[in-house]
């Protein structure tokens, strides 16, 4: 409800970039995905999460359209028994899976060695205005997201940053579908380094804390402001309509 000029977003950010090219190349080393197409969801299993009808339907038509050949599934997650249910139920075999959970802080560790993250949720009230905090941690890993395509910010973000590819999901018909993990998977596979150059990119200039942190001691400069000038009545009037 407020004026647009007067509202600032930070979004949920990280710490720390860290793309790192050798990092990357260690752990798909360490994995054993070297030769893969790497798949990731970051996060818990919980119904708005939408891991079954969202990131394992998309791994599902990922593996018949490659014929599983190249594709696996990399999950961190607290909740690894109702992952790999999700994963199973969805036909997609233990081999082409590997489930984790680590500390928040081993997170990039593992995550860096994605092709993609996912972000596939439908577009209910909260879906169109949330901002997840894995979006920030897959772009600080360089990881290019994929997102459904919903009314709001996200997809739209990723989209005109070129760090990921949005997709119409919920509501599509099969083949829609099936089209749609096509052109997802070819982008990745053919697109990835710039992808993932891209994905940095968004995140340095998005979902930095340092880069949000003048707004906020700004924004706290102008309300300290505006409270001693009311508490002073000769100062009122010198206040900006802004302020």
């Known amino acids: 409800g407020g ?24 752990a798909r080393t360490r994995l054993g995905l070297e030769d893969k197409l790497v798949l990731a969801y970051l996060g818990t299993v919980v119904r708005y999460q939408h891991v079954a009808d969202g990131f394992a ?19 961190i997650t607290p909740h690894l028994d109702p992952m790999r249910q999700h994963l199973m139920e969805a036909g997609i075999p233990d081999t082409a899976v590997t ?3 680590v500390p928040q802080r081993a997170v990039p560790d593992i995550l860096c060695a994605a092709d993609a993250g996912f972000l596939i949720r439908e577009g209910s009230v909260v879906n169109r205005v949330a901002m997840p905090v894995k979006l920030g941690e897959y772009l600080a890993c360089g990881v290019p997201v994929i997102v459904s395509r919903v009314d709001g910010w996200v997809g739209e973000l990723v989209e005109r940053a070129g760090a990921g590819v949005a997709v119409d999901w919920f509501g599509a018909s099969p083949s829609s579908r099936s089209a749609e993990v096509s052109r997802s998977l070819r982008a990745i596979a053919e697109g990835g380094t710039e992808l993932r150059h891209r994905a940095s990119r968004l995140c340095r200039e998005m979902f930095l804390w340092d880069t949000h942190v003048p707004r906020v001691r700004a924004t706290y400069q102008r309300a300290l402001e505006h409270a001693r000038a009311l508490d002073d009545p000769r100062e009122v009037q010198s206040l900006s309509p802004g302020s």
């Not at 004026?3 to 260690?26: F, I, K, M």
């Not at 038509?61 to 599983?68: I, K, P």
């Open 3 to 26: 004026e647009a000029h007067g509202l600032s977003v930070v979004p949920c950010s990280v710490r720390v970039l860290a793309p790192d090219p050798a990092r990357r190349t260690a």
């Open 99 to 101: 489930i984790v959970s």
């Open 57 to 75: 339907a998309f791994c599902r038509e990922a593996m018949r359209a490659r014929e599983g050949a190249d594709i696996h599934v990399l999950c």
